[in-house]
């Protein structure tokens, strides 16, 4: 398990990807398209950590965020490689790392989301006497 956001292979990647993104324009413009490819590059890997540092819950829903992100670079890079307003080549590589990213994404929400439900399954409230129950009937230890 990850210690900090930056153990995970997933925000290493997003890392690498958005600088790839801002190292590929030939020319800057603070506007359009070139702009908005790399703000969706840097939403990834800043929702990824934002994410970390909060609940698993947030965690999840962060991580659904950076998916989207990622589905909009995608989008951006092939819109771009038509537009010539990045080589063919460069636009593939955008797309390609940003699909790779939201596979790595969906895998990692569906990791998080299957340790909410078997920590949810631990614990079950009884209605007779409104107290926390554990699956086996015992109320938890409690510190």
Not at 28 to 49: C, E, F, H, T
Not at 102 to 117: C, D, E, F, G, H
Request: with cysteine; proline share 2%; aromatic share 8%.
């Amino acid at each position: 398990m990850a210690q900090t956001y930056e153990d995970l292979e997933v925000w290493k990647r997003a890392c690498r990807i958005a600088v790839y993104v801002y190292q590929s324009f030939d020319r800057k413009q603070p506007w359009g398209l070139q702009d908005q490819m790399q703000r969706s590059a840097v939403s990834i890997a800043s929702n990824i950590a934002e994410g970390y540092e909060r609940t698993t819950k947030d965690f999840i829903r962060f991580l659904t965020i950076a998916k989207g992100s990622a589905a909009e670079l995608r989008t951006q890079a092939l819109i771009a490689g038509k537009v010539n307003e990045l080589k063919s080549e460069q636009a593939k590589h955008i797309a390609d790392e940003a699909k790779v990213l939201s596979k790595m994404l969906q895998s990692l929400i569906q990791y998080r989301s299957t340790q909410i439900r078997e920590s949810a399954e631990d614990y079950a409230f009884s209605p007779g006497d409104g107290s926390l129950r554990t699956s086996s009937g015992d109320k938890p230890e409690q510190s």
